[in-house]
């Protein structure tokens, strides 16, 4: 049999640190690959405090790198593991206006599931607007078919007024339908008048968290049972995360509380940029599946933490992990050049900020193929893969962790009975990077600055003193905002192109 063991794509880096990680899988072809390539760069592991500083890091180091070595959007490919990740990259993208392009699949607002669940929440802060209505009211299925709907719509014409009023005056006889239909008409009218009561009391990830639920969309794609389903689940949840963190970001405008006017305006204008990006020169995002037999200058592997990447729905067997691991491999293998590994030390979980270990694929490169941009700090086990979750411990190949920050490791190794109680120990959070305190940066009227999350901006004006100082910022793409210093995450920008 003739083995294709040479790789024309990556540098020796990439190459050997691939292999370090594939040669745990026990289930492969005996072959090593190799190549002739540059020694080339390290790949650079980056820890976040959260996925969406994740997305932040990825869209500045893009930046960055396109700046200063000249590169086009199109030699940086970000991968992941699930669809849903492909929010944040998304949102940290526009803010920089870098433009790019979802590869097999659509960009994360165009969604269909996405599309009803905004729908639903178009409708309660503009009971008006009848496309919103159009779409989501026999969504969940309520029985109320296309022709309910044309006599709903001819009424509307007749009375010269919305689709939704007819609905709310039902009782003055605008519309003849039978009993059954009517109740049905009445009980979605009821329950959109109930969200309007719920909008002025919660803020915008509340109220979207009570709209999914009481719907019926989480059951009904959760019933559905599918890879497809489980997707839609997955998107919905990303949604939500992505408002919780819109609504984490509010505290820092002031009058501002995380409504889900607010948060609705935020979208309009994200999606108006979707828009707006053409041509062919696009950062690629795709999942890993896809990503086979493809190349690029500059790869991002995001979102490599356990029970994400590898998958908690691949870890049953060994050979889904392996099957894991060989997808990992693919990722790595994208990159020509440089690679990057990313990871969050919290995520977003149904809007609950949820603690996140490393994932094991980072932990079997050798550290010589690796450079860190956080230091590492404290000391834990590697993962033992030879127990894991498949069978007996080989105490023969346990691996142990390197001293990290001068930790000897302990001496006495443990007994098999030890071995079998073992968890993965966290590390330690460490201190996230600092943008440097907001009421020190010294703001000028006419000042160019950079926002995590409304990017590029000029300062119009500033008011206040101390903990209260404000500053009217006026933004490319986020509009006007009033920002409270203490709390925005502002940089300077010196010289604005």
Known sequence: MYRLEQNYRSTQTIVEAANTVISHNKNQIDKKVWTDNDLGQPITVHRSPTDAEEGRFVAASIWETQHQEHKKPSDFAVLYRTNAQSRAIEDALRKRDIPYKIFGGLSFYQRKEIKDVLAYLRLIVNPQDEEALKRIINFPARGIGDATIDKLTLAADQQQISLFDVLIRLDQGLLSVHGGTRNKLEEFARMIQSFQVLEKQLDAFELAAQVVKKTGLLLEFKKDGTPEGVAKMENIEELLNGIKDFVEGQQEIADARGALSEFLEDVALATDMDRDMDGEERVALMTIHLAKGLEFPVVYIVGLEEDLFPSAMSMNTRSELE???????????????????????????????????????????????????????????????????????????????????????????????????????????????????????????????????????????????????????????????????????????????
Request: aromatic letters at 8%; hydrophobic letters at 30%; charged letters at 30%.
């Open 323 to 497: 099957e894991e691991r060989r997808l990992f491999y693919v990722a790595l293998t994208r990159a020509e050049q440089k690679a990057y590994l990313t990871y969050a030390q919290t995520r977003y979980r149904w809007g609950k900020l949820v603690d996140a270990e490393p994932s094991r694929f980072i932990e079997e490169i050798d550290e010589k193929y690796l450079e860190h941009t956080v230091p590492l700090t404290g000391y834990r086990y590697k993962s033992i893969i030879d127990k894991d979750i498949f069978g007996e411990v080989d105490t023969n190949k346990l691996r142990t962790q390197k001293p990290v920050s001068g930790i000897p490791p302990k001496q006495n190794q443990p007994t098999s009975a030890q071995l079998q109680k073992l968890r993965k120990i966290k590390p330690d959070i460490g201190i996230p990077v600092d943008r440097g305190n907001a009421l020190s940066l010294d703001l000028q009227q006419g000042q160019w600055v950079d926002h995590p999350r409304f990017g590029r901006g000029v300062v119009k004006s500033l008011e206040g003193l101390g903990n209260d100082k404000k500053a009217d910022i006026d933004f490319e793409h986020g509009g006007a905002k009033k920002l409270l210093l203490r709390f925005a995450q502002l940089t300077k920008i010196d010289n604005h192109g």
